[in-house]
């Protein structure tokens, strides 16, 4: 009964993550459009990597 | 992670600041200098000297062509990072708290004290970035804090906005061009110091430390919080780790503050924090007194600390740091594949 209990708590704790990283995503995606939109550009630091792959020296 | 001391400073660390690329790391100190480090070994690039009081803050343009300082002796400060030699001083009538360039580097705010006959201010000047450059004299934005004093303030994405962080606890949100007050929030406990404000690699969001002993994560666009991270003593610093999903946090009771040793043990940390799912995964101990401020590499590959005991302690992450991942990130990095 114990483990059972367990287990119940581990799963919810792991569904609590899943949402928090799906609600996460979600609004990440949401602020890339409104940027969008707005016509502003954010250079990140997968940008510059993007970029430092493409010069051969 | 291994740790690189980095010792030429004789009093407490105020900020520590990376350059964009990551190569190049400035701190500063109430020993009135501003020393330049390389971020790869450690090793002593450069100091700047000239001003004539603690410095409490600086930071370096995104091309690292233009460095700026505040400090105890009402002035700004323009450094050129490759020669050293000081460009120009903005003179105030009160101490400097915080500068910081705009996300293109054209503009630098500086946040002036509250003192007797001054209010708080915001002041932000346009900036050419070029060391040969006349700098302007006048500043082209001057914003009055009223309310509260600001503590911290910095630019958001696409310089719209200027995100204040205040005395109260509370953030300000101000129109990045005209200055207007747009929205205001109180995210931290009542009364309860904002000590330090950082964003997120496309400056979207950004993170409060208080000494309230929480951190926030506050979307820049609606001041909502989004996340708050817990922790069991005031905190001073607060920092966003770009690459993975994590928030480091640096604090620690300053020693007069405490009555018994056992309170000061084990609360010189950097802890850090998931960034989604707000849990604490870790510590690194190492200083000897509080963390006053604590930076992370752009690049992600390396973090610093500058501690209130006089040190800056550079830790590179090692493999662990990276491939650390919580079963559902795991699930959702194979779901995308």
Known sequence: ?57 | MRPILLSGHTRALTQVKYSKDGDIIFSVSKDQIICAWYAANGERLGTYHGHQGALWTVDVDPTTTLLASGAADNTIRLWDVKTGKLLKTWDFGTAIKRVEFSPDGTQLLGVTERRQGHLSTIVVYDIVLDVEAEQADEHSLRIVCEDSKATVAGFSYGSKYIISGHEDGSVTQWDAKTGELLDSAQIQEDDMQITDLQWSSDRTYFITASKDKTAKLVAANDLRVLKTYVADTPLNSAAITPVKDYVILGGGQAAMDVTTTSARQGKFEARFYHKIFEEEIGRVRGHFGPLNYVAVDPQGKSYASGGEDGYVRLHHFDRGYFDFLYEVEREAEQANL
């Open chain 1, 1 to 57: 009964q114990d483990f059972n209990k367990k287990n119940l708590a581990n799963r919810a704790v792991v569904e609590h993550r899943r949402r928090l990283l799906q609600e996460w995503r979600a609004w990440r995606e949401q602020v890339a459009e409104e940027l969008e939109e707005e016509g502003v550009e954010v250079p990140t630091y997968e940008d510059k990597d993007a970029a430092q792959g493409e010069t051969i020296e």
